[in-house]
Structure formats: C-alpha cells, structure tokens
C-alpha cells in the first residue's frame, strides 16, 4: 500500500502515481493552471487509480462546464468498476463522486464530510467539501465543516495553510470578520500562491467596507496571483469592486478591459465577473458601451444548461441588458421545465431554482424591460431567498442593489429611503450609497437628514 504526502493509504500502482496525484491536488489547492496536465500525469501513470478517476471526475464537475460534466460521468464508470479493489474511503470517494453527478449535492457533501470524521488530513475531500458548501450557500456548514477539523491540522503537515485559507474564507461568508482575516493573511504569509486565502481577505476588506486597505492588498500580491489561473480575474474583480465604491470609473473600466474581460471566456467566474460588474455600472447611469454583446454571445449558447443556478442568473442579466430578451425568457422557460421534469426529482438544484433561480430571473428580465414595480414585488421576498443560490454575499448583492434601483426608478421614494437606511447602517463606508440615500431622502422631504447624508458621501469620497 501506497500513501498521500498527509500518510493516507491510498490504492495505486507505484508511488510515482501516487506523487502524480498528489501534485494535482496541490495544483487545484493553488487555483493553479496545470490541474488538467496533471490529470493526464496520473492517468499515463496509473489508469486503474481509483483515486486518479475520482479526481477526474470531481475535477470535470467543478467549473459547471455542460461539455465537461459529462466527462465525469465516463470516470465514475471507471471508478466504480475499480472501487472493489478500494480502501473504505476510496470507496467512499466514488460514491460521493456518484451522488454528484446524479445530482444530489448534499449527498455529496455528508460522504465527504462523513470521511472528514474519520480522515481529517483528507485534503481533497476537505476542498471539495468547502466548495460544495459554498456553491449550495450552505454557510453553517461551511463554517463548521472548518471548525471541526482545525484542532487536527498543525503547521507541520502539508497544506496546513490552504486549510488556513479555507477556514477564513468559512468564517468570513458567516460574518466572523475578526477572526476571518488574521487567518487569511497568515496563510498568504506561508504561501503566497494561495490565493484563495488572499480572496478570504479581500471579502473581509470589502464587507467592512475598507476599500483602499483592499486595492493595496490586492496590490501587494498582484505579482504572485497573476501567475495562478483563471481565479486571479475574480481577484482583479474585487479590487474593482474597491474602485467601484471610490467613483473611480475609468479604474473599474480598465480593469474590465483590460484585466478580467480581457477576451470572450467560456469560464463561468470570468462571466459572472463581467456580468456582475456591468450591471452594477449600468445601475449607476454609466454607458458600458457595448460591452455586453461579448458576454451575453457566450451565454446564448447555454439556454438549456442547467448546472448551477447562480451562473444562470449572470447569463440572464447579460441576455436581457444585450437586447436578447426572447433568449432570457427562452433561459427562465427552460429552468421551469427543468423543475416539472420527473428525472430531476433528487436534484438539489431544481430546488434552488424553484425557489430563487426562477423569481430573481424574472426580475432581471423586469428590470431590463424597466417594469421597476415588478422587480420590487419579486424582490421583496426573493432577496431572503437567494443565499441558496450560492455564491458570495458580495456577489449575491448585485440582486439587492437592483432592488433598491427599481424601488427608486418607482419612484417608491419610503420604500427607497428604508432600503437605504438598512443599506447604509450595514455599508457604513460607503460613499456611493450615502448619496443615493441623500437623493432620496430630498424626495421624501427630510432635507436635515438629505443634508447630513449628503456631506457623509462627500466625506467618504474624499477620504
Ligand atoms: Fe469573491
């Protein structure tokens, strides 16, 4: 028997395979650009890893790519067809791997979750489960997930800071802001590759609002993650984001342009990325140009891809806001049928889109017909709905901020000033939201208050 670099057992033909597994862990660990050569290292060396076909699999389902999940597929048949010869946790593997690829997530997480228990050095089951709870916003479990393993982690034992990482991105997606960004910054102290880490720490600078710590910490590190993969566009992304709330428009264009749109992307980070930034420009009254038609090109090719309900949101807000409003509807149509469908009875998203995917989608397409009353009466309800849909609450707040558009847009001035007064006390720094709480508290005849907000803004926007 064979071990992983953490001294798990592992089933495998030759060590070297072994070592070929282990580095295409790192590389995934390190949101590296190689995971895919790494894949064919192990499969050259070692076809019958039992191990190398879960990790082709996982690896195949991770980015919600159509063209790719069924791949996963093909290695769960390989992997099944090994797994008699498997250890208790290598079969265990292969049955998360099934549950995904049929659909049932949250089965997926507790087999994973129920190795942790017993293997807590299990590195991948670890990051896997992390992302898994993160895609299905399952926040307490993200976060526990983390808190159950830290006592068995020590900096002695290979990728103890990625498990640093994790557990401050954990925290911080649940609000523990303090304890969040020590650990974080820590880990990029042990390794500067790790940029999901260094993502941990930029959420934490931007939910408590502190923009330029967040643009030099972004700053500080561009020479390092750059060399990591797509990911890095979602890091240029935030610091963008950092940009956006300074009104410093012709920075978050170029960073459009220049560092995370750089060329049509079939990645869905990329797309949502892009997406979600336009949509917040064009809120703001800015001409995106036709900046859109790239994006929503992509998008058109995926109709009837039903794979993660937070993307489908991006692909709607870029069909709607290119003119290719018959292809949102066409999208929402196809997340209906997707829900009556029997075949999808189990599948944890269909759920996911009954609830949220399907109300938030039709209040893009409102919003982009500018039906604001519409988008107000979806979103009153839908904006506690939507953490299912996964993603960050930094990405999700693109929905709440077209919420408080519209409200204003109809003119439904009270309605306005008390979604911005909830805005402001949760985003105290924020610049751009005391002005617009300003505008409207002029509407609604409270001139004092309009009056102190408004130097407010201009106290934050100096600064
Ligand atoms: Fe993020």
Redesign the pocket.
């Known amino acids: 028997m064979h071990h992983d670099k953490r001294g798990l057992p592992i089933t495998a033909a030759s060590q070297a395979a072994v070592d070929a597994f282990d580095a295409s862990v790192d590389e995934f660990l390190a949101s590296g650009r190689d995971a895919a050569l790494l894949l064919k290292r192990i499969a050259d060396v070692d076809p019958d890893m039992i191990m190398g076909q879960c990790l082709r699999g996982y690896f195949m389902r991770l980015p919600s790519l159509a063209r790719l999940t069924a791949q996963s597929h093909d290695a769960l048949a390989k992997a099944e067809a090994l797994a008699p010869a498997g250890t208790d946790r290598e079969q265990k593997h292969v049955k998360a791997l099934a549950a995904w690829c049929a659909g049932d997530l949250r089965g997926t997480t507790a087999i994973w979750e129920s190795i942790l228990v017993d293997h807590p050095h299990d590195m991948l089951a670890l990051r896997l489960a992390h992302f898994l709870h993160f895609f299905l916003g399952d926040l307490p479990q993200m976060r526990d997930s983390m808190a159950r393993l830290m006592p068995r982690w020590a900096p002695d034992i290979p990728g103890y800071g990625y498990v640093l990482g994790c557990r401050a991105f954990s925290l911080e997606e649940n609000g523990d802001y303090a304890q969040a960004e020590p650990l974080g910054r820590k880990a990029v102290e042990i390794n500067e590759n790790d940029i999901w880490a260094g993502?941990a720490v930029?959420?934490v600078l931007?939910m408590q609002g502190r923009r330029q710590d967040g643009i030099k910490w972004v700053d500080s590190h561009e020479d390092a993650w750059r060399e990591r993969g797509i990911f890095a566009h979602?890091?240029w992304?935030?610091r963008a984001l950092c940009y956006l709330e300074l009104e410093q428009f012709d920075a978050v264009m170029n960073a459009y342009d220049n560092q995370f749109w750089t060329e049509p992307s079939e990645d869905n980070t990329d797309i949502c990325n892009a997406s979600a930034m336009l949509m917040r420009l064009d809120m703001l009254g800015l001409d995106v140009g036709d900046r859109w038609s790239s994006i929503a090109e992509v998008c058109a090719t995926r109709i009837d891809e039903r794979l993660r309900p937070f993307n489908d949101m991006h692909y709607v807000m870029a069909l709607t806001m290119d003119g290719r409003r018959d292809d949102a509807v066409a999208m929402v149509n196809s997340m209906r049928a997707f829900c009556e469908d029997s075949a999808t009875k189990g599948v944890t998203v269909a759920d996911t889109y009954r609830n949220a995917g399907i109300p938030v989608a039709e209040a893009i397409i409102a919003h982009g017909d500018k039906n604001y009353a519409r988008v107000v009466d979806i979103m009153r309800g839908a904006r506690y709905e939507m953490r299912p849909l996964g993603?960050?609450w930094?990405?999700r707040d693109v929905w709440v901020r077209m919420f408080i558009h519209a409200a204003i847009k109809d003119n439904q001035n009270e309605l306005a000033r008390a979604l911005l007064a909830e805005r402001t006390a949760a985003n105290p720094t924020s610049g751009p939201t005391w002005k617009t709480f300003a505008e409207t508290l002029a509407k609604c005849g409270a001139s004092a208050d309009a009056d102190s907000a408004r130097a407010k803004a201009a106290a934050l926007l100096a600064a």
Do not use: L, R
Request: net charge negative.
């Open positions: 993502h930029a959420h931007e979602h890091i992304w935030h993603g960050s930094a990405q």
